[in-house]
């Protein structure tokens, strides 16, 4: 079935560190999102990218999809103790599949 | 509007009894998804529902699994019988097509 592998699996960070995760598919998306699950919450949107080497930044927050639309990042620049939790991207394929496939996280801890 | 609501919120069952989890989408949502959370497995599709017709059950685990949907307001999620394996955290989402998935705060099952 498709699939979307989400790297690295943990990340830990003293505060004011940056932080990255990636997201790669083998097969052309339609659109990617991110979303962010603090510890025993459920997964909230972030966002959505849906155009080749589009980049979205919300406040220290930069999303990058790539030119080929298989792959997808999120970066944090300087990150805070508000950011913990688990960051997922979630692949749309497109067509008359409208499903959502999440990565497996990347869980970020940061350290104050 | 409320926001997608599941229950119960918690359930705690024995192993071979039936379990049925709850479903409201948001108003207005024509697609539902069901989800499940483990450590090991990360956020699983189990079922994606558009307009109140299952479009992808490929995750699914096994027979012992069915969910239905049977009008715009409402869905169930039902195991029988349940094993201790089953115990997970099992989401609930909602959206309009291709837009951004709205999540309830989860049921967190417990097969013992």
């Known amino acids: 079935g498709q699939q979307v592998m989400q790297i690295p699996q943990y990340q830990h960070v003293q505060e004011g560190e940056d932080f990255t995760t990636y997201c790669n598919s083998s097969t052309t998306l339609s659109n990617i999102q991110w979303y962010k699950q603090r510890p025993g919450g459920h997964p909230v949107f972030l966002i959505q990218l849906v155009k080749s080497g589009e980049v979205k930044k919300q406040k220290r927050l930069t999303f990058q999809f790539g030119e080929a639309k298989k792959n997808s990042s999120l970066h944090i620049t300087a990150t805070q103790t508000t950011d913990v939790g688990t960051y997922f991207c979630?692949?749309?394929?497109?067509?008359?599949?409208?499903?959502?496939?999440f990565g497996k996280g990347t869980k970020l801890s940061v350290k104050p | 509007d409320a926001g997608v609501i599941q229950s119960p919120r918690h359930e705690v069952t024995e192993m071979g009894q039936e379990v049925t989890l709850r479903c409201k989408p948001i108003?207005?949502?024509?697609?539902l998804f069901w989800y499940r959370q483990t450590m090991m497995r990360g956020l699983e599709l189990l079922i994606y529902f558009n307009n109140n017709v299952p479009i992808d059950d490929s995750g699914m685990p096994e027979d012992r699994f069915s969910a239905k949907m049977p009008n715009a307001s409402f869905s169930t999620l039902k195991i029988q019988p349940s094993e201790p394996r089953d115990s997970a955290v099992y989401f609930c989402?909602?959206?309009?097509?291709?837009?951004?998935?709205?999540f309830g705060q989860g049921t967190r099952l417990t097969v013992v």
């Open positions: 108003s207005g949502h024509n697609s």
């Open positions: 979630a692949a749309n394929y497109g067509g008359s599949q409208g499903n959502l496939i």
């Open positions: 989402a909602s959206s309009r097509t291709v837009l951004e998935a709205f």
